[in-house]
């Protein structure tokens, strides 16, 4: 690599020099390494000399001199590493400028008080290496994408063998080689370039010289296959080669065993779409009788809900989901149903369902159903025996940043709602009946009770012979620290109430 | 047939899906020295179709044979379309014979609904499995599953699968049953919740340290623009619930393209790739942004203007709230500016810590100046107040009016 390297464009390129300090030029031969670049830099910087005092190029046939010793240096330089980051990429990059702009880089964060340079990315400097950097990091990505294996043989323990041909702008192999490593480790592979070439075999990596030309040149069957895959995946209605080519590039297709087909797709694709515009419409066929078509009818079409008419648990659940008599079921996920058995002693009623309980189609499985569980079980009541439900049916929420916030029922959603409530109260007819918070109280004993005025059993014959009314464990959940354990206790009271009442009896 | 042959077949019938992303997965390779393949991180295109599309799997349905008769589908019942079928032996090895080539990420699976959606999902299930468990595949992996199907069966998918995702593709239940009579949105709903709770307690089981899991680290699905009357209005807004509801990592806009076997109920026209290409800024911009669906689209304008982007059309009807100065807006105002993305903006709040932000400094960060121009204040540019009340902005902004032509590049 010793081509490139111009001296008249390099003087024109430096900024603000005087021609005196040519005659203090050091010249410096960095190669093609990072590593080369970074025990040279780290020595001039050492010694103080300044970047317009070095010229990074090839040493052969230099009109300057070498830095007469390289000294180990004791100052070590510290930068932040994202310099150490960047420079790495820019290092890969194939313009000869790229040494010169990284010790001028490093020069102005070591020793000029310019430790923050990287952080203003519109400074030239930076700019350009974040520039150069990119391409470098573009370039990695596309050899990931567009090497393409050959199969090359197969080893006697069945090991397999491949090789690819692939020509970077920049010297990327060994940066890109990982990759390939990684997902690739059990067959035996090369990748050539006339950038390097990276070989992967038994188990064993090496990195070897670039050569000019591919050295083997034989497609491989699959190649044939990848093109009918290529040639049948593209839409000709869609056609919009500016955009793939700003993505595939020209100059990567000539190694590419699709690319040929490019063209000739994209000529033919007027044709055929016009074809497909002007072809005449097809009438549509009747839906053939299918057991299964027919069952997928039944899930979709409800009956007209009316919960006076329904006739099971079964039923009411299967008709909430076709109600629409407030505008909750249209952002929900589903109606949540009452859950339990039929002739449960015990019913108790939530306020509507929240995040979980609406994904999961089932009452009380989230936070607060948790916390109800555990109260539950320190009352001494089994849940599985309780119909568990809500008073509204489906989960009304308002968004919050990325979430569904749960947003309180109205009036007019809990009026809509309870003929369902009724229907399930009547079916399941129980003789007690535990209403956690203010949207069951008001569903079921209407808008004057209260949570905090009516705590405890209350009096409503009309619903169930022992009606406990107490907070939603909700509330549990929001109240601060220090009153947690006191309402927990105090709401697990209030369900032993449920109990002792029934024990009365 | 040939397997070449009914590659043809399934790989056209599969062209019509959108989602092309191998990105997301779980971080794992075979440098261990076990296994084929590896993947997470961003995904990789290995190529790239005429139509400008990523191709980054082996993207094939399992068979084009359906049940089903949605109308903007080549593969529905009423098609008289060529049909073919993968045996699942034959999907495993080509994905394996592409991969060790490079050719692709991994596999993109779909089937038309054969007998019944569990039957269809067995058979799709089967692919990944085998894939997974007899050839120790690290490779990337889609299944597109079937609302209908048992949970056990989906969640079978989830945990063999990178990435599942049932398609919704219309946003209302009446443009379905118009279309596509045998979809439910509900029960899509339904399904996609249920997934979202798996996803969830996966996601769960990983933070508490169980490290043999694998399983999906997300769900997506598509819509397809231009075949009903839905306005971008109900893309968005169903876009938004399912974000919200069941953490899509994506929804795809698929502007409907003409098909063979067209049928009567569809629009013969070419695909809008305009609008979709709008659908897409706008969802970013709700995902990313911060903005609402309801500040870009109006129950008056339920539709986004075509002649420019959201971003443009929000901040000409919002001028009031410019020029913002670059050196003290907050990182959400500035992310309102058009023509300034997110990566500039966080470069900018860098470098104002340092110095004061000129327009040279944007030219060098490769800001476009004509586009931001009369939305910002620097240090050396203070806009005169009639460049952002006057008519003339949005003409000026706005591309010159071209006949949006199907088979040029009509994207913007
Ligand atoms: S919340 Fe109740 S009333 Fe409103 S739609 Fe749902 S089931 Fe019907």
């Given at each position: 690599?010793?081509?490139?390297?111009?001296?008249?464009?390099?003087?024109?390129?430096?900024?603000?020099?005087?021609?005196?300090?040519?005659?203090?030029?050091?010249?410096?031969?960095?190669?093609?390494?990072?590593?080369?670049?970074?025990?040279?830099?780290?020595?001039?910087?050492?010694?103080?000399?300044?970047?317009?005092?070095?010229?990074?190029?090839?040493?052969?046939?230099?009109?300057?001199?070498?830095?007469?010793?390289?000294?180990?240096?004791?100052?070590?330089?510290?930068?932040?590493?994202?310099?150490?980051?960047?420079?790495?990429?820019?290092?890969?990059?194939?313009?000869?400028?790229?040494?010169?702009?990284?010790?001028?880089?490093?020069?102005?964060?070591?020793?000029?008080?310019?430790?923050?340079?990287?952080?203003?990315?519109?400074?030239?400097?930076?700019?350009?290496?974040?520039?150069?950097?990119?391409?470098?990091?573009?370039?990695?990505?596309?050899?990931?994408?567009?090497?393409?294996?050959?199969?090359?043989?197969?080893?006697?323990?069945?090991?397999?063998?491949?090789?690819?041909?692939?020509?970077?702008?920049?010297?990327?192999?060994?940066?890109?080689?990982?990759?390939?490593?990684?997902?690739?480790?059990?067959?035996?592979?090369?990748?050539?370039?006339?950038?390097?070439?990276?070989?992967?075999?038994?188990?064993?990596?090496?990195?070897?010289?670039?050569?000019?030309?591919?050295?083997?040149?034989?497609?491989?069957?699959?190649?044939?296959?990848?093109?009918?895959?290529?040639?049948?995946?593209?839409?000709?209605?869609?056609?919009?080669?500016?955009?793939?080519?700003?993505?595939?590039?020209?100059r990567y297709w000539k190694n590419l065993p699709e690319a040929d087909l490019i063209d000739e797709l994209s000529r033919e694709s007027t044709a055929r779409t016009h074809g497909m515009i002007e072809e005449p419409l097809r009438?549509?066929?009747?839906?053939?009788?299918?057991?299964?078509?027919?069952?997928?009818?039944?899930?979709?079409?409800?009956?007209?809900?009316?919960?006076?008419?329904?006739?099971?648990?079964?039923?009411?659940?299967?008709?909430?989901?076709?109600?629409?008599?407030?505008?909750?079921?249209e952002h929900a996920t589903a109606a949540v149903p009452g859950e339990g058995p039929e002739n449960a002693h015990i019913m108790i009623v939530g306020e509507q369902p929240g995040d979980r309980e609406d994904l999961e189609g089932?009452?009380?499985?989230?936070?607060?159903?948790?916390?109800?569980?555990?109260?539950?079980?320190?009352?001494?009541?089994?849940?599985?025996?309780?119909?568990?439900?809500?008073?509204?049916?489906?989960?009304?929420?308002?968004?919050?940043?990325?979430?569904?916030?749960?947003?309180?029922?109205?009036?007019?959603?809990?009026?809509?709602?309870?003929?369902?409530?009724?229907?399930?109260?009547?079916?399941?007819?129980?003789?007690?009946?535990?209403?956690?918070?203010?949207?069951?109280?008001?569903?079921?004993?209407?808008?004057?009770?209260?949570?905090?005025?009516?705590?405890?059993?209350?009096?409503?014959?009309?619903?169930?012979?022992?009606?406990?009314?107490?907070?939603?464990?909700?509330?549990?959940?929001?109240?601060?620290?220090?009153?947690?354990?006191?309402?927990?206790?105090?709401?697990?009271?209030?369900?032993?109430?449920?109990?002792?009442?029934?024990?009365?009896? | 047939?040939?397997?070449?042959?009914?590659?043809?077949?399934?790989?056209?019938?599969?062209?019509?899906?959108?989602?092309?992303?191998?990105?997301?997965?779980?971080?794992?390779?075979?440098?261990?020295?076990?296994?084929?393949?590896?993947?997470?991180?961003?995904?990789?295109?290995?190529?790239?179709?005429?139509?400008?599309?990523?191709?980054?799997?082996?993207?094939?349905?399992?068979?084009?044979?359906?049940?089903?008769?949605?109308?903007?589908?080549?593969?529905?019942?009423?098609?008289?379309?060529?049909?073919?079928?993968?045996?699942?032996?034959?999907?495993?090895?080509?994905?394996?014979?592409?991969?060790?080539?490079?050719?692709?990420?991994?596999?993109?699976?779909?089937?038309?609904?054969?007998?019944?959606?569990?039957?269809?999902?067995?058979?799709?299930?089967?692919?990944?499995?085998?894939?997974?468990?007899?050839?120790?595949?690290?490779?990337?992996?889609?299944?597109?599953?079937?609302?209908?199907?048992?949970?056990?069966?989906?969640?079978?998918?989830?945990?063999?699968?990178?990435?599942?995702?049932?398609?919704?593709?219309?946003?209302?239940?009446?443009?379905?049953?118009?279309?596509?009579?045998?979809?439910?949105?509900?029960?899509?709903?339904?399904?996609?919740?249920?997934?979202?709770?798996?996803?969830?307690?996966?996601?769960?089981?990983?933070?508490?340290?169980?490290?043999?899991?694998?399983?999906?680290?997300?769900?997506?699905?598509?819509?397809?623009?231009?075949?009903?009357?839905?306005?971008?209005?109900?893309?968005?807004?169903?876009?938004?619930?399912?974000?919200?509801?069941?953490?899509?990592?994506?929804?795809?806009?698929?502007?409907?393209?003409?098909?063979?076997?067209?049928?009567?109920?569809?629009?013969?026209?070419?695909?809008?790739?305009?609008?979709?290409?709008?659908?897409?800024?706008?969802?970013?911009?709700?995902?990313?942004?911060?903005?609402?669906?309801?500040?870009?689209?109006?129950?008056?304008?339920?539709?986004?203007?075509?002649?420019?982007?959201?971003?443009?059309?929000?901040?000409?009807?919002?001028?009031?709230?410019?020029?913002?100065?670059?050196?003290?807006?907050?990182?959400?105002?500035?992310?309102?500016?058009?023509?300034?993305?997110?990566?500039?903006?966080?470069?900018?709040?860098?470098?104002?810590?340092?110095?004061?932000?000129r327009l040279a400094d944007l030219a060098r960060l490769r800001i476009s100046l004509p586009k931001v121009r009369a939305f910002i204040i620097t240090a050396d540019h203070h806009p005169a107040r009639e460049d952002l009340d006057?008519?003339?902005?949005?003409?000026?902004?706005?591309?010159?009016?071209?006949?949006?032509?199907?088979?040029?590049?009509?994207?913007?």
């Open positions: 690599m010793k081509t490139w390297m111009v001296t008249v464009c390099w003087r024109g390129w430096l900024r603000g020099r005087s021609n005196s300090i040519f005659s203090a030029m050091h010249s410096l031969d960095p190669g093609d390494s990072f590593a080369t670049w970074r025990i040279k830099a780290r020595d001039v910087l050492a010694r103080g000399i300044p970047p317009e005092e070095i010229l990074w190029e090839a040493a052969e046939g230099s009109l300057f001199e070498e830095p007469p010793e390289m000294v180990t240096v004791a100052e070590s330089a510290v930068v932040p590493p994202a310099f150490v980051g960047l420079a790495k990429d820019v290092s890969c990059h194939a313009d000869p400028r790229r040494w010169e702009l990284l010790y001028r880089l490093l020069w102005r964060i070591v020793k000029s008080g310019e430790r923050h340079v990287l952080e203003i990315a519109s400074d030239p400097d930076v700019a350009m290496a974040h520039r150069l950097a990119k391409n470098v990091r573009r370039e990695i990505h596309k050899m990931h994408a567009f090497v393409r294996f050959r199969k090359a043989g197969e080893a006697d323990d069945g090991r397999e063998r491949f090789v690819a041909w692939f020509e970077p702008d920049h010297f990327i192999v060994e940066a890109a080689a990982p990759f390939f490593r990684k997902r690739f480790a059990n067959m035996d592979w090369s990748i050539f370039t006339p950038k390097g070439c990276a070989h992967w075999i038994a188990g064993e990596f090496k990195m070897s010289p670039g050569v000019p030309r591919d050295p083997c040149d034989q497609p491989d069957v699959m190649e044939g296959i990848w093109r009918t895959y290529y040639r049948s995946i593209f839409n000709p209605a869609r056609l919009k080669m500016k955009a793939m080519q700003s993505e595939m590039p020209r009438p549509v066929k009747r839906a053939p009788a299918n057991a299964y078509l027919g069952k997928l009818q039944d899930l979709s079409s409800f009956p007209v809900a009316d919960p006076a008419a329904s006739t099971s648990l079964h039923d009411i659940a299967r008709m909430t989901q076709a109600c629409r008599q407030c505008p909750l079921w089932r009452p009380f499985v989230g936070p607060a159903g948790q916390l109800l569980d555990r109260a539950l079980v320190e009352a001494g009541l089994d849940r599985s025996t309780c119909y568990v439900t809500n008073a509204v049916k489906h989960f009304k929420w308002t968004p919050r940043g990325k979430l569904r916030l749960h947003q309180k029922p109205g009036a007019g959603e809990i009026e809509a709602c309870k003929p369902w409530l009724l229907a399930e109260l009547s079916k399941v007819a129980p003789e007690i009946v535990i209403l956690l918070g203010g949207t069951a109280a008001r569903s079921l004993l209407g808008p004057d009770v209260q949570v905090t005025k009516h705590r405890g059993l209350v009096a409503a014959p009309q619903i169930a012979s022992r009606v406990v009314l107490t907070v939603h464990p909700s509330y549990l959940l929001r109240v601060d620290e220090l009153r947690k354990e006191a309402e927990f206790r105090q709401f697990v009271a209030d369900l032993k109430l449920a109990v002792s009442s029934q024990v009365q009896e | 047939m040939e397997v070449s042959e009914k590659l043809a077949i399934l790989a056209d019938a599969a062209k019509y899906d959108a989602s092309c992303a191998s990105s997301g997965a779980t971080k794992r390779d075979s440098a261990d020295g076990r296994g084929v393949g590896s993947a997470g991180g961003a995904g990789i295109c290995h190529s790239y179709a005429p139509d400008g599309r990523c191709i980054s799997l082996l993207k094939i349905l399992l068979t084009n044979r359906c049940l089903y008769d949605c109308h903007y589908c080549i593969n529905r019942r009423s098609s008289n379309v060529r049909r073919a079928a993968f045996t699942p032996e034959e999907a495993v090895t080509l994905t394996l014979d592409f991969y060790k080539r490079n050719y692709i990420e991994g596999l993109f699976l779909s089937s038309g609904i054969i007998r019944s959606a569990d039957h269809t999902m067995e058979q799709v299930v089967q692919v990944a499995r085998t894939l997974r468990e007899v050839h120790d595949f690290r490779g990337y992996i889609h299944l597109k599953t079937i609302p209908e199907a048992s949970p056990e069966l989906i969640e079978q998918a989830a945990r063999y699968a990178d990435r599942i995702s049932i398609n919704l593709e219309l946003p209302t239940q009446q443009s379905l049953d118009r279309l596509a009579p045998e979809k439910n949105l509900a029960r899509t709903k339904q399904a996609m919740g249920r997934i979202r709770v798996k996803l969830d307690d996966a996601a769960e089981r990983k933070r508490e340290g169980d490290r043999k899991l694998r399983h999906a680290t997300g769900q997506s699905t598509q819509v397809i623009v231009g075949a009903d009357a839905a306005t971008d209005a109900d893309f968005l807004a169903r876009s938004d619930e399912l974000y919200r509801a069941y953490r899509l990592r994506r929804v795809y806009y698929s502007a409907f393209s003409p098909i063979p076997e067209p049928s009567s109920v569809l629009p013969p026209v070419a695909p809008p790739l305009v609008r979709e290409h709008r659908l897409y800024q706008a969802d970013w911009l709700m995902r990313y942004y911060g903005f609402s669906n309801s500040e870009l689209l109006t129950p008056e304008q339920p539709n986004l203007d075509l002649r420019i982007d959201p971003k443009l059309a929000w901040a000409l009807r919002n001028r009031q709230q410019f020029p913002l100065n670059l050196q003290t807006a907050s990182r959400l105002e500035m992310l309102r500016v058009p023509g300034l993305g997110m990566k500039n903006v966080d470069r900018l709040l860098s470098i104002r810590r340092h110095t004061h932000v006057g008519d003339r902005l949005l003409a000026r902004l706005a591309p010159r009016p071209v006949q949006l032509d199907l088979f040029g590049d009509a994207q913007p």
